[in-house]
């Protein structure tokens, strides 16, 4: 619809997650009408993240360095690994300021309509970093969902024989909700979680 | 949060209007995982688009010519005169494919709280593109919303004295809708600008 770049940039931009046709034009014309200078520095953000930044030689969360500041931090606690799906999981957990042991991002969870097994996870480089006597507890922190519980189950069936703790992120009410709004399946697991206050 | 690079982009995406941090940072692992060159793609459209696309010196449309593809079109009709707020509406307009005459873009609407006053607007262009005698009727299409009603309030009391035709777009029900979730001023309006089937 648009002359040329205006048009590519709302063709670019549509292509982005979470951003429909509309919001890619009210991102192009805010691009359009915003400071030169902050939208090179934009661009440039959008290149050097792509130069810059890999993956972490041991746990595969983002990094600059061929292994991560977590895992090149000394005073984390190595005996306790705790495995997510994502990057974006680790800073969440991060956030919380409750861990301060070693992550181990898997890359994905398991969905076979997706077409995504074990074999694409990062599941052989968390075996052998188990295999090392250091490691004590591994805390199975998938998302609480269909694919994160197939993915846990699977965890749980190939470390079980290794002989390690292996623990699970607590279901329950979220913290600040409210019980009337809360689905079925996660007032139940609060139930069976159930703690003694006494 | 996150180290260097990916930081710095989720800050920029984050800067930009209707993308919060949850988004920004769903983005920037998006591009972070995206090809390569989809994303130099992407930063270049963003880089050209600030370089190539000015502003048409008659109508203020976006474009990358002096004058846009629309006022150049020698087919469309120069009688008529649609004042629009900005070049989206102009977009919308042409979707529609019910308006053949040229555009006008004011470059927003009059908004004291924003301090945004009719100088700020590209009302002078308009008045010196209405003393050429071709033109016939100008279409005031502003928002239908304070800012645009004040816009137009205006622009009347300006052009009136002119003696041009000046219209504005029928205010009503959107085709589509239901009656009974049509708000008041609207329903008042439709009930105004009722037609006559007969």
Known sequence: MYEGAVQELIDELGRLPGIGPKSAQRV????????????????????SVKEKVKFCQICFNVSEEDTCRICRDASRDRSVICVVEESKDVMAIE??????????????????????????LHVRELLSRLSDDEVQEVIVATDPNLE???????????????????????????????????????????????????
Chains 1, 2 share one sequence.
Do not use: C, W
């Open 28 to 47: 192009a014309f805010h691009i359009l009408e915003a400071d030169s200078d902050d939208m090179k520095r934009l661009a440039e953000a959008i290149v």
């Open 95 to 120: 956030r919380t300021r409750s861990f301060n042991g070693l992550y181990h991002v898997l890359g994905g969870s398991i969905n076979p309509i997706a077409g995504v097994g074990p074999e694409q």
């Open 148 to 198: 994160g519980e197939a993915t846990a189950t699977y965890l749980v069936r190939t470390l079980g024989p290794i002989g390690i703790d292996l623990t699970r992120l607590a279901s329950g009410l979220p913290v600040g909700g409210d019980l009337e709004y809360a689905d079925d399946v996660t007032l139940g697991r609060a139930f069976e979680g159930r703690r003694s206050l006494s």
